[in-house]
């Protein structure tokens, strides 16, 4: 975790409410897909996670969905303003066991932290198969640049409205080695059950300080109380207890 | 350069900063990001007879200027920490620390209290009378002067160390219960915990913490902490701890006038990880900015107004 001051360099609207925000400053912090950033923003007492979409030596970039408050006044800001940012937070996606055909499933704003994650399986000669789900057509983003860095993609909406009609587990391929999710819970549980190899899940919860101190964000697992924040936000299928 | 040591409770801190119970963990988190030797001391997270998960999630809400945990004592039991969490804790920090205990019973007190006795690096028992998040215990023993008593008494009978009662602002009459604390023995009082608070998520029309309500702490509350602080330094002869919304080196000054011997920082720390060792930084200016050659000479020095 490192603690530093970033410059805006585009916040740019991609739906209605969903918009990406690129971040110049110290990303060394940041060492595997999977991971957040935690925002302060003025005048606002918590921080805002938010998990990283991309990086590159000097950039980070993530995409939001304006929820609140703090988003909401984040989607207000402009190229040249700063943020004090702590990155690097996380445990993140495992890609060593990823096998070579690697499913990713993402739900709406939880399709974000697969795409660091599927240019990474890439550069490490995997050949990834990325499915989306979103509610309506209107509210799809990032397609495009999954797949310009070649990733096979297939997109679902639950209205029918593009792609295949239904959820994600509607649109599933038949043959992969390993999977790798993040979404709504209802679709972790929905994706849990229905795929037929072990995967990584990353979970969202309430948090506090975003780095392991406050406890705000415990879970239990198999192998014992996890932080989301710290232990998490990625579980691997085994370790998951869906009771609360 | 100002003096910026105290003394706790006969043990010398060589700052009176603190980093407060649950928001510092065991202090690796912190201890990557700084050396967390340049602080007085810190209090652990609570630590409870057995081990807790604590309270469904969600736990945390935020608030104007501030935020609230209704997190409910998640710790591993003291057996736990003692064999895992203090031998760890060692690598990153040199000095004393300030173990902080709860319990369900006047019983679990004095167990956690006597189990933690024999730990060298146990410089004080902070005892939790004050979390408002746990049914059955905690605040409960802290509301009145009979339960406190009961508590103070049993904790110092199990002990050498010196023993801090934790008191709660959720209460009519906060000096009754601090005084009662020092007739049952007690050697220091901290206060405040955090207020009773809570948050309505209007869309779904359900409060936002699954446990309805929490503990409010954060900058907001300064100013109540700061009067209790006032009101209990000025009433007792053993040494107060202030605490409440605490983020900078002049807060940790107003205390100290107010009647803190030392002070400890909470919600702070979540928000910014280098609060305490930045607000140890930036003491000696402050002190030299208000002309305090020594941070010990002030404590209580407040010059109240004459009533009329």
Known sequence: ?244 | MGEMNVSLCGIELKNPVIPASGTFGYGYEFAELYDINCLGTFSCKGTTREPRFGNPTPRIAECTAGMINAVGLQNPGVDRVIAEELPKLKNCFSGLVMANVSGFSVEDYAYTCERLDREEQVGWLEVNVSCPNVHGGGMSFGTDPASATAVTAAVKAKTKKPVIIKLSPNVTDIVSIAKACEAAGADGISLINTVLGMRIDIRRRRPVIANNMGGFSGPAIFPLALRMVYQVAHAVSIPVIGMGGVTCADDVIEMMLAGATAVEVGAANLVNPYTCRDIVRDLPAAMAKYGITSLSEIIGGVKSWEKT
Request: hydrophobic fraction near 35%.
């Open chain 1, 1 to 244: 975790m490192k603690q530093g001051i970033f410059r805006i360099t585009e916040n740019t609207p991609l739906t209605k409410n969903v918009f990406r925000l690129t971040l110049e400053g110290d990303v060394s912090a940041i060492t595997a897909p999977g991971q957040f950033i935690n925002i302060q923003l003025d005048g606002l007492f918590l921080r805002r996670p938010i998990s990283v979409y991309d990086i590159s030596p000097r950039t980070v970039t993530v995409i939001y969905k304006v929820v609140g408050r703090g988003t909401e006044q984040l989607s207000r800001m402009i190229a040249g303003d700063t943020l004090d940012v702590l990155t690097g937070l996380g445990n993140g996606y495992d890609t060593s066991v990823s096998g070579q055909r690697p499913l990713l499933i993402g739900g709406g704003v939880g399709v974000p932290p697969l795409y660091y994650l599927a240019r990474c399986l890439i550069a490490e000669g995997k050949h990834p198969t990325v499915v989306m789900g979103f509610n309506t057509k209107d509210e799809i983003f990032a397609v495009d640049d999954f797949r310009a860095i070649g990733a096979d993609v297939t997109v679902a909406t639950a209205d029918g409205s593009f792609g295949v009609r239904g959820f994600v587990t509607d649109a599933l391929p038949s043959d992969y080695s390993y999977v790798y999710t993040c979404g709504p819970e209802p679709m972790l549980q929905a994706v849990y059950r229905t795929i037929s190899t072990s995967g990584q899940f990353s979970f969202e919860e309430r948090m506090g300080c975003g780095f392991g101190a406050c406890m705000g964000c415990s879970c239990k697992t198999v192998t014992g109380y996890k932080r989301i924040c710290k232990d998490g936000p990625v579980l691997r299928k085994e370790e998951i207890l869906w009771e609360k």
